[in-house]
C-alpha cells in the first residue's frame, strides 16, 4: 500500500495562551480521508484545529496546508477559499433562517454572485438533510439540526480541507449515526480533520487517529495501530484489580482491566478505547473517575 | 379544434396546444386548454413536450430563489437604492447598529441630550449634547463587532473576506448612522453656530482611536478604555465654574482632528493583527445569540 502525499504538514507547532502552553512543539502530517482527533479536555484540540482552520496564529513552527502557507498573508486567503470551518460553540445570528445565515457565511467566503451563491447554499443544505426546512429561524430549530447547519457552511465551496471542531458532540444516537455517514462521504478525496471525545466516532470513521494530550502529540497512526497499544494490557477479572490503570464492570458481570496484567490473567483483544485510555496513563482515568 | 379518442372523451390536438405554447390564444381558449391541461395527463405530457427544458429549469431556479430570497429589511433595502452591492448590504445589515430599534435608542440619546439644553439654558446649553454624540458610535462598534459579540466571528475568521475589512464596512455603517442622526439632531440644539458641529472631530478621533486600540487589546476593552478616557476628559475640563470645555473649542478639536488621523495611520499599519483571534475568548457571550 502507498501512502499518499500528506495535504497538510505541520512541523514543530507551538503556541501559549497566557501562562498555558496550548500546544508544544506538535508535528504531524494529514494525508486525505478522515482523521480522528482525540485527546482529553484541555489537552489542545480546539487550538490545534483553530491554527489549521487560520484563525489563530502559532508562536512557533510552521504550517503548510495544500501547499499554502497560513502565515503570509497572501496564501491564507487563499487557503481561507479552500477550507471549510466548523467551530465547537459556531454562533448563529439567531433571527437568521438556515438559509439567510449559510447564506451569510457565503457571503464571508465572497461568493457574490447572487443566483450561483444561492444555489450553492441550498446545495450544502440538501447535503445535510435540512433542505425542507431551510426556511425556518434557527431558533426554532432543534440542536442536532444545527450542528447541521453549521457543518452546511463548512461544506460551502466544495473545501479541499475541512476541520471540524466536534461535529458529533449533543447529537443523539441517530442523528450521530446519520453525522457519520456524511462525514464519511465527505472523507472521499478531501482531508477531513475532526476532534471528538468519542472512540466510536474514531473507530467508525477514521483511517487516522491522532491523540493530544496536554499540548503535546502522543500518538499518530491508524485505529489499528491505536488498539494495538494495549495488546497484552486487556485482561479480564471476577473483581477490579486494584493493580489496574482503569477498570470497569462490563455487562457480563466481569470487570474489564487496562495496566499492566498479573500473571496468568486472561487477556482480552484490545479496542481503540483500550489503547487511547492507557496511552494517557493516569491522568485520563483520574478524569473518568471525576 | 380539438379532437376525440375512441372512448369519446376530448383532447388537446398537437396545434392547438402548440398555439397555447407560444401564446397565441385568446383569453378564454386559454383558459380552457389549462383547466383541460390540469386534469389530463396525456395532453400534459404532449403540451411539457413543447416546452424548452433549459427554459423550465430556468424558471424554476428562478421560483425557487425568489422563494429563499432573504427578508431585506429597511436599512438593508435603502444601503441597495444607494448602489452598495446586495451582498455588502447584507453583511452590513447583520450589524445590529442598522436595526431600527438601535436607531431608535441613539435618536432617543440624541432627544435627551437636547432636551437637557433647552431645560437648563445658558452659555452651556449644548454641552450634554456635544459630550455624549461622540460615544454613540462607540457604542455601536462594540456592539456590532468583536469576539464574543458577533455569532459569526470565529467563522468569519476563517473566511476568506477579512476581518479587518468586515470590522472597517461595520465602523463605516455603525458611524454613518449615528454621525447622520447626530447632525439631523444637532439642529435642534439651543444655541445655533458653528459650535453644534462640536462632537464631529472628536467622534472620528473616538471612533479611530478605539479601534486602533484593538489592533493590542481585544475590542471590546478598547472600546471601553476610549469612552472612559473620553468621559474623564470631559468631567476634568467641564467642571464648574468653566461654562464650556476646552474639548469644543478650537484647540481641542485641532487635538482630536490629528487623533483620527494618527489612529488611522495606526490601524493601517497594523491591520494584519485582526486577522487571528489573538487568543480571545471567541465564544458567543450573549443569550440571545448564543444558540447551541
Redesign the interface.
Known amino acids: 500500500m502507498t501512502t499518499p502525499d500528506p495535504t497538510v504538514r505541520v512541523r514543530d507547532l507551538g503556541i501559549t495562551?497566557?501562562r498555558t502552553r496550548a500546544l508544544d512543539g506538535v508535528t504531524l502530517d494529514l494525508v486525505p480521508g478522515v482523521t480522528g482527533l482525540l485527546g482529553p479536555n484541555g489537552a489542545g484540540k480546539t487550538t490545534l484545529l483553530?491554527v489549521l482552520?487560520?484563525?489563530?496564529?502559532p508562536d512557533s513552527g510552521s504550517v503548510q496546508a495544500l501547499g499554502l502557507d497560513p502565515g503570509r498573508?497572501d496564501q491564507?486567503?487563499d487557503l481561507?477559499?479552500r477550507?471549510g470551518?466548523m467551530?465547537q460553540?459556531?454562533?448563529?445570528?439567531?433571527r437568521f433562517?438556515a438559509?439567510?445565515f449559510v447564506?451569510?457565511?457565503a457571503?464571508?467566503?465572497?461568493l457574490?454572485q447572487?443566483?450561483a451563491?444561492?444555489?450553492e447554499?441550498?446545495r450544502v443544505l440538501e447535503l445535510v438533510g435540512l433542505g425542507a426546512v431551510?426556511?425556518k429561524q434557527?431558533?426554532a430549530l432543534s440542536?442536532g439540526m444545527?450542528r447541521r447547519v453549521a457543518l452546511a457552511?463548512a461544506l460551502l465551496g466544495d473545501p479541499d480541507l475541512l476541520?471540524l471542531d466536534e461535529p458529533t458532540a449533543?447529537l443523539d444516537p441517530e442523528q450521530r449515526l446519520r453525522f457519520r455517514e456524511l462525514i464519511s462521504r465527505l472523507g472521499e478525496g478531501r482531508t477531513v480533520l475532526l476532534s471528538t471525545h468519542q472512540t466510536e466516532d474514531v473507530v467508525a470513521l477514521a483511517q487516522q487517529v491522532l491523540v493530544l494530550h496536554l499540548g503535546r502529540l502522543r500518538f499518530a497512526g491508524t485505529p489499528l495501530e491505536l488498539a494495538g497499544l494495549a495488546r497484552g494490557h486487556v485482561w479480564h477479572s471476577q473483581e477490579r484489580d486494584p493493580g489496574a490503570l482503569a477498570a470497569w464492570r462490563t455487562g457480563t458481570g466481569q470487570h474489564r482491566n487496562i495496566g499492566d496484567p498479573p500473571a496468568g490473567a486472561e487477556l482480552l483483544e484490545p479496542t481503540l478505547e483500550d489503547g487511547y485510555l492507557l496511552l494517557l496513563g493516569g491522568d485520563q482515568v483520574e478524569e473518568a473517575a471525576a | 379544434m380539438g379532437g376525440s379518442d375512441t372512448r369519446g372523451a376530448w383532447h388537446a390536438d398537437g396545434e392547438l396546444l402548440a398555439a397555447y405554447h407560444d401564446q397565441q390564444l385568446d383569453a378564454a381558449a386559454r383558459w380552457s386548454v389549462e383547466a383541460h391541461l390540469t386534469s389530463c395527463a396525456a395532453c400534459r405530457r404532449q403540451a411539457g413536450a413543447l416546452v424548452d427544458p433549459a427554459r423550465l429549469r430556468r424558471l424554476r431556479?428562478a421560483l425557487?430563489?425568489a422563494?429563499?430570497?432573504?427578508?431585506a429589511g429597511v436599512a438593508e433595502r435603502l444601503l441597495v437604492r444607494l448602489g452598495v452591492?446586495?451582498?455588502t448590504a447584507?453583511?452590513l445589515a447583520?450589524t445590529p447598529a442598522l436595526r431600527g430599534s438601535w436607531m431608535l435608542a441613539v435618536t432617543a440619546v440624541l432627544a435627551f441630550a437636547v432636551l437637557a439644553g433647552w431645560t437648563h439654558p445658558g452659555q452651556d446649553a449644548n454641552l450634554a449634547f456635544l459630550c455624549v454624540a461622540p460615544l454613540l458610535p462607540l457604542a455601536g462598534i462594540a456592539a456590532a463587532y468583536g469576539p464574543g459579540v458577533?455569532?459569526?466571528?470565529?467563522?468569519?475568521?476563517?473566511?476568506?473576506?477579512?476581518s479587518f475589512r468586515?470590522l472597517l464596512l461595520r465602523a463605516a455603517a455603525v458611524l454613518g448612522t449615528a454621525t447622520l442622526l447626530a447632525a439631523a439632531a444637532s439642529l435642534a440644539l439651543p444655541q445655533l453656530g458653528p459650535g453644534v458641529a462640536g462632537w464631529l472631530l472628536p467622534s472620528l478621533g473616538l471612533t479611530a482611536s478605539s479601534l486602533a486600540l484593538a489592533t493590542t487589546i481585544a475590542p471590546l476593552r478598547a472600546i471601553g478604555i476610549t469612552a472612559g478616557a473620553w468621559i474623564l476628559a470631559v468631567a476634568v475640563t467641564v467642571l464648574p465654574p468653566a461654562p464650556s470645555s476646552v474639548l469644543f473649542a478650537v484647540a481641542g478639536q485641532v487635538a482630536f482632528a490629528a487623533l483620527a488621523l494618527l489612529a488611522a495611520a495606526v490601524l493601517l499599519v497594523r491591520r494584519?493583527r485582526f486577522?487571528?483571534?489573538?487568543?480571545f475568548d471567541?465564544?458567543?457571550r450573549f443569550a440571545?445569540?448564543?444558540?447551541?
Not at chain 1, 89 to 94: I, Q, R, S
Not at chain 1, 107 to 110: D, R, T, V, Y
Open positions: 495562551f497566557g483553530r482552520a487560520t484563525v489563530s496564529a498573508t491564507r486567503l481561507r477559499g477550507l470551518y467551530p460553540e459556531p454562533g448563529f445570528h439567531a433562517t438559509f439567510e447564506d451569510y457565511v457571503i464571508l467566503k465572497e457574490h447572487r443566483r451563491r444561492h444555489q447554499v441550498r431551510r426556511g434557527i431558533k440542536g444545527r457552511q476541520v449533543g | 431556479e425557487i430563489d422563494v429563499d430570497l432573504p427578508r452591492a446586495g451582498h447584507r453583511l447583520a458577533d455569532p459569526t466571528y470565529e467563522i468569519g475568521l476563517a473566511a476568506p473576506l477579512g468586515l494584519g486577522e487571528s483571534d489573538r487568543g471567541t465564544t458567543p440571545a445569540r448564543r444558540l447551541r
